[in-house]
């Protein structure tokens, strides 16, 4: 079984995700930059798509900001060579959906995250019964496939569970991504459920938006998945990030937008921080 | 024996389940009831009652002894799916997804639409079993189909426009799937043609054979025989499969239809295809229009029921074992075909199916009168009447016959 580093990590972990190319790919380098330093234990980085099934409305724009640069998955795979010249160490995930891999070719796909270090693969549509072929490149260049589960997995959940490589994805509840005020009651439930299955860290993503809602979760999984709401503040900050003039206050107002999300997970984890 | 697809959804390399984790139980769920269903011969009854006593099957084939006379080649018939309640075939597709969803106790219905031919039956349908209706329309078809838009209204359906993409039928689409992955516990997505995720495109070849199936039944009564050339358009491909699927193993010519919109040539086309390539789009492995990084191309045709990006993955799978030819036709070309059929028989087509008519036309110049050639006439023209005014200035003196003199 392929295995990222940050399997041995036994605190919460806090995973942000952000999309190649959003507002530029210069930006997306130092933005990443800033969630490690925010406290980020690894990165999602978000390949932008036409057409993504599994996004809401603040994800799907950020996309197209990125598309009208013209970023493509091959020039997202290459900016993380770059965020590791920057200083970037966390494990990085490359999130795309299938079409775009599909059109690179498969194996070029992999050969290509492998000679970039990319240390893991995401694609949500792509459920377990279609994932055979990419699973096989993944052990073959050690790049684990990151599967998902959500709150209607059920039967198929075991399953999935038992060929989780990296860590499991959990769905947070139905539903694209997105900011959302609550999250389902049942979600610790599930959690639970699904860790009793895991035998890879359970990490939570989707609608995660709030600190509260972080602290709501981090006893019952091992990590927390920020997307939308990091990538709203981005399309709040895209002007002052692209003047030169207000890029460095404007990447401390994310990281500080950051580190307020996931204080609660930071708080919980301090003695693990300390020991980094 | 022609036996697709397997138990993945596989047609061939085409077809599969390309979703989101969440939608996998809901496949599921509908798999397993279709299977059921389609076993059941009650089920299958009353389908059939609700065809004949609502909306109105069979429907009639048709002879066009006027174009017949004029071309002077094969003889041309029509099958009537535009004589359908609500105007076209996707009323079959409807109620047999409303009767699933019924009997999986689910009462809201989602559901997608280009030209809204697929929006007023979903609608319908929902109004005759008391569904809650909703559909997702790109904005910028609610503009060329305002007339099917207050069709839905008055049938009781929510009609959510969608500003993404082009605003047509691929982003109404991705958004109707989003919703469902949000309501999937309680909402029945009715998607309108054979695209879509496993067991979608075999659903709705199951519930659109009817008209093949008729077809084939009518047209051995009146000739004896079977056609020679059977045509259809294809823009998702419902009419098309639905057509074609009874004569697969027969030793008939079939034909599909694509939009070649400004000419396949140019960036403005739907012939899917035609010009396209292997990918995936809406939770299947198809032809789709795209880039060379994977993204998905708007596509372009004067029919709004054509323009979509993909094409079912049985189209595809046809089309690479060679069973079908598949074809495009441009919107010039399905104009002239709208006007003549107009002229020549009184029946105003969709221009939907005004692209199957023009390569009809081409193809029966070229057959004797002992052949035939069968054309799906999948809808009738009301809804288009906006459009065509304002691409053609009838005149009483008009020719329209004689670019087609043989």
């Known amino acids: 079984m392929t295995t990222l580093p940050l399997c041995t990590v036994t605190k919460p972990m806090f995973i942000p995700f952000i999309v190649a190319g959003d507002p530029s790919p210069d930006i997306t380098v130092e933005l990443a930059l800033a969630l490690q330093e925010a406290g980020a234990d690894m990165l999602e980085l978000g390949v932008p798509y036409s057409d993504p099934l599994a996004d809401g409305p603040i994800i799907q724009r950020a996309a197209a900001r990125a598309l009208r640069g013209q970023m493509t998955l091959q020039k997202a795979v290459e900016l993380v060579p770059e965020m590791r010249k920057k200083g970037v160490k966390i494990p990085i995930i490359i999130f795309t959906y299938y079409n775009p891999v599909l059109q690179l070719g498969k194996e070029h796909f992999f050969a290509l995250a492998q000679q970039n270090g990319v240390d893991g693969v995401?694609?949500?549509?792509?459920?377990?019964?279609?994932?055979?072929?990419?699973?096989?490149?993944?052990e073959k260049t050690g790049i684990p496939l990151i599967s998902l589960v959500a709150p209607t997995s059920k039967k198929r959940m075991e399953t999935i569970a038992s060929h989780a490589q990296g860590f499991l994805y959990c769905v947070s509840s139905l539903g694209v991504t997105g900011v959302r005020d609550t999250l389902p009651e049942t979600l610790n439930g599930f959690l639970t459920e699904v860790k009793r299955h895991s035998r890879v860290p359970v990490v939570v993503g989707f609608g995660i938006s709030t600190s509260e809602q972080v602290k709501m979760l981090k006893d019952y999984c091992d990590g927390v998945v920020i997307g939308s709401a990091l990538v709203q503040k981005i399309e709040q900050l895209n002007e002052r990030l692209q003047t030169p003039a207000n890029k460095e206050e404007a990447l401390a107002e994310f990281q500080r937008y950051a580190r307020s999300l996931v204080a609660p997970l930071k708080q919980a984890c301090s003695s693990h921080e300390s020991s980094k | 024996?022609?036996?697709?697809?397997?138990?993945?959804?596989?047609?061939?390399?085409?077809?599969?389940?390309?979703?989101?984790?969440?939608?996998?139980?809901?496949?599921?769920e509908i798999e397993e009831e279709l299977t059921k269903a389609l076993a059941d011969e009650t089920f299958k009854a009353e389908y059939i009652r609700i065809l004949q006593q609502y909306s109105g099957r069979p429907t009639p084939l048709t002879f066009a002894p006027n174009?017949?006379?004029?071309?002077?080649?094969?003889?041309?018939?029509?099958?009537?799916?535009?004589?359908?309640?609500?105007?076209?075939?996707?009323?079959?597709?409807?109620?047999?997804?409303?009767?699933?969803?019924?009997?999986?106790?689910?009462k809201k219905i989602i559901?997608?639409?280009?030209?809204?031919?697929?929006?007023?039956?979903?609608?319908?349908?929902?109004?005759?079993?008391?569904m809650e209706c909703i559909v997702f329309m790109g904005e910028e078809d609610i503009k060329r189909q305002e007339l099917n838009v207050f069709r839905m209204k008055l049938l009781g359906a929510e009609v959510v426009p969608v500003y993404s993409g082009n605003r047509t039928l691929k982003d109404a689409t991705n958004e109707a799937i989003r919703y469902w992955v949000q309501h999937c516990d309680d909402h029945f997505y009715m998607i309108g043609s054979v695209v879509g995720p496993h067991p979608y495109p075999k659903m709705v070849r199951e519930f659109q054979r009817v008209i093949g199936d008729e077809a084939k039944r009518q047209f051995l009564e009146r000739e004896g025989k079977l056609p020679n050339?059977?045509?259809?358009?294809?823009?998702?491909?419902?009419?098309?499969?639905?057509?074609?699927?009874?004569?697969?193993?027969?030793?008939?010519?079939?034909?599909?239809?694509?939009?070649?919109?400004?000419?396949?040539?140019?960036?403005?086309?739907?012939?899917?295809?035609?010009?396209?390539?292997?990918?995936?789009?809406?939770?299947?492995?198809?032809?789709?229009?795209?880039?060379?990084?994977?993204?998905?191309?708007?596509?372009?045709?004067?029919?709004?029921?054509?323009?979509?990006?993909?094409?079912?993955?049985?189209?595809?799978?046809?089309?690479?074992?060679?069973?079908?030819r598949y074809e495009s036709v441009t919107d010039e070309e399905a104009i002239a075909a709208f006007q003549l059929l107009s002229r020549e028989e009184g029946i105003i087509p969709a221009i939907e199916s005004a692209h199957a008519l023009a390569k009809a036309v081409e193809l029966a110049k070229?057959?004797?009168?002992?052949?035939?050639?069968?054309?799906?006439?999948?809808?009738?023209?009301?809804?288009?009447?906006?459009?065509?005014?304002r691409y053609v200035h009838v005149k009483e003196d008009d020719d329209v016959a004689a670019m087609y003199r043989n």
């Open chain 2, 1 to 28: 024996m022609y036996n697709v697809p397997n138990e993945n959804g596989r047609f061939g390399d085409f077809g599969g389940k390309f979703v989101p984790e969440t939608l996998m139980l809901p496949l599921e």
């Open chain 2, 67 to 106: 174009l017949t006379k004029l071309l002077n080649g094969a003889k041309i018939y029509l099958k009537r799916e535009d004589l359908n309640h609500t105007g076209a075939h996707k009323i079959n597709n409807a109620i047999g997804q409303a009767l699933l969803a019924k009997r999986m106790g689910k």
């Open chain 2, 366 to 389: 070229t057959m004797d009168d002992s052949q035939t050639v069968l054309v799906c006439l999948s809808g009738r023209g009301d809804k288009d009447v906006q459009t065509m005014m």
């Open chain 2, 111 to 130: 559901a997608e639409t280009g030209a809204g031919q697929h929006g007023v039956a979903a609608a319908t349908v929902a109004a005759h079993f008391g």
């Open chain 1, 122 to 138: 995401l694609i949500p549509d792509l459920p377990f019964e279609e994932s055979g072929p990419i699973r096989q490149l993944g």
């Open chain 2, 229 to 324: 050339v059977i045509v259809a358009c294809v823009g998702g491909g419902s009419n098309a499969i639905g057509m074609f699927y009874p004569f697969l193993e027969d030793d008939v010519q079939l034909v599909g239809v694509e939009a070649a919109g400004k000419g396949v040539d140019t960036p403005y086309h739907a012939a899917t295809i035609t010009k396209g390539t292997k990918g995936v789009i809406h939770g299947s492995l198809t032809y789709l229009l795209q880039d060379e990084y994977g993204q998905i191309i708007e596509p372009y045709s004067i029919s709004a029921g054509l323009d979509y990006p993909g094409v079912g993955p049985e189209h595809a799978y046809l089309a690479s074992i060679g069973r079908v």
